[in-house]
């Protein structure tokens, strides 16, 4: 029974790139395992009344949102470059992801799709930049596609975005622990880590 | 030349209960000064559009809040609990604040009254209790409260409001540097710290 942590992410989020890039080795070094849960915060924000990104909305939190990530990226020695479309459509990369499971490369496409985003700028809602993220981690590009357009792939991305929403989610990252508790934001990954050990001590 | 950040807080700000019980130890450990500065948080919600806190817009991210605030409180053994209202009043709390400057007394006063809040769960707007605040730190309650009615300590208040939104802040606690950097969030106070030190080098 090794502690879990859900990772609920979202592919136009900065501050999820910034978790995807570490959290596998974050994790590692507390003994934790990370389940990696893609999910759409469109729908989540429309519930609250909101068209597009509180980046957007919001001038000053979207120029401090920048100023901040550059900060960290820097200091994580992490490339930023920030897409020409801020939301991007995440729908195609998230579908994938979900499609990636049974190749068990959920994780690696969708560092590979994060790194394409905001590491390099590109815009991950094109074919051509989602064809390289699949080749880079082993998974034939034209068969992941067709899995992606299968119904219970879409089902499984809708679930995946209620159960965000079911358990209070209203932003990514988010992490939740096996007893429930929600932590909210790069900054809170620790904690996440550290809440799990205690929820979940591990039998040796 | 010691370096030094502005702390930026609203009365009303659960965040800015926590920053505002540590950064006093937490700077003094990094020898770094701090200049307190009350502003109020109304204006700039409304002048993007919100007649009250985000945290009641957005019943979610109100609740996360709370959890969050519950779990970092009970971390650094803060007492907690919250004011019947949410958001409080902060006007009257936030002038005595500096009417408090003259007497030294801004920063324990503001301390006393952040316990009141939010440790105590009591209402900062009722003189009652201020008067028990300016108590506490050795001020004269009547005397700090004639000052408080000065026009001079109402355009202070409203000076610190204005540049608070000249520096681009959209939330509290906020934090900034001599050059200009912006930090938001209690759980940005050591970057905060860590940046100040970087910027200005101690001349000894």
């Known amino acids: 029974m090794k502690p879990t942590i859900v990772f609920w992410y979202e592919f136009a989020s900065t501050y999820s790139y910034l978790s995807a890039m570490r959290i596998a080795d974050t994790a590692a070094r507390e003994d ?3 389940i990696w849960k893609p ?3 469109g729908p989540i924000f429309k519930a609250q009344g ?3 990104s509180p980046f957007n909305l919001y001038p000053a939190k979207g120029r ?3 100023r901040d990530i550059e900060r ?6 992490l490339p930023l470059r920030m897409p020409a479309t801020f939301p991007g459509n995440s729908l195609k990369a998230a579908r994938l992801a979900i499609a990636a499971e049974p190749l068990g490369a959920t994780a690696p496409f969708s560092r590979e799709v994060f790194a394409a985003a905001f590491g390099r700028g590109l815009d991950v809602s094109e074919d051509a930049v989602l064809t390289e993220c699949l080749i880079a981690v082993g998974a034939d590009p034209d068969a992941t596609r067709a899995a992606a357009a299968e119904p219970q792939v879409k089902a ?6 209620d159960a ?3 358990h209070g989610i209203f932003g990514a990252p988010s992490f939740t622990t096996s007893d429930g508790e929600l932590f909210w934001g790069d ?3 620790g904690a996440a880590l550290a809440w799990a050990k205690k929820a979940a001590p591990r039998k040796s």
């Open 32 to 34: 934790v395992d990370v």
């Open 39 to 41: 999910f759409l915060l």
């Open 50 to 52: 909101w068209e597009t």
């Open 64 to 66: 401090y949102m920048i």
């Open 72 to 77: 960290i990226a820097a200091a994580r020695g």
């Open 156 to 161: 499984a991305l809708r679930a995946n975005t």
């Open 164 to 166: 965000a929403q079911a």
């Open 187 to 189: 900054d809170r990954l």
